[in-house]
């Protein structure tokens, strides 16, 4: 299974940006999904997660401005980031499991700065 991250980018504080994550597999409906994040000189952490019948997880951190959503026929897992900090920057990395197997996306660059 392949997963591909895009969206990313330099955003000023305050502003929002949407990450896609679409995957190869025509089985994404059995995956659940989940984004995850990792600073320079940080560890890898889970940002949110979306269950296959969608129950939807956050970190403390970006709840109440962050969203994820999923669109199974198009494959795609979304991350919709608003109100973003410089603390968010850091690269975010799609993430797909269920009981059987995990699979990772190459990452995508978020750079929240002025």
């Known amino acids: 299974v392949h997963l591909v991250e895009s969206g990313g980018g330099l955003v000023q504080p305050g502003g929002s940006l949407r990450l896609s994550c679409t995957a190869s597999?025509?089985?994404?409906?059995?995956?659940?999904m989940g984004w995850y994040r990792q600073a320079p000189g940080k560890e890898r952490e889970l940002v949110a997660r979306?269950?296959?019948?969608?129950?939807?997880h956050y970190a403390d951190s970006v709840k109440g401005r962050f969203t994820i959503s999923r669109v199974d026929n198009k494959k795609t897992v979304y991350l919709e980031m608003n109100s973003l900090k410089p603390e968010d920057t850091a690269v975010y990395f799609c993430?797909?499991?269920?009981?059987?197997?995990?699979?990772w996306g190459q990452g995508t660059q978020v750079t929240v700065s002025s």
């Open positions: 993430h797909a499991f269920n009981a059987g197997a995990d699979y």
């Open positions: 979306i269950t296959t019948s969608l129950i939807t």
């Open positions: 597999t025509r089985f994404f409906g059995a995956f659940h």
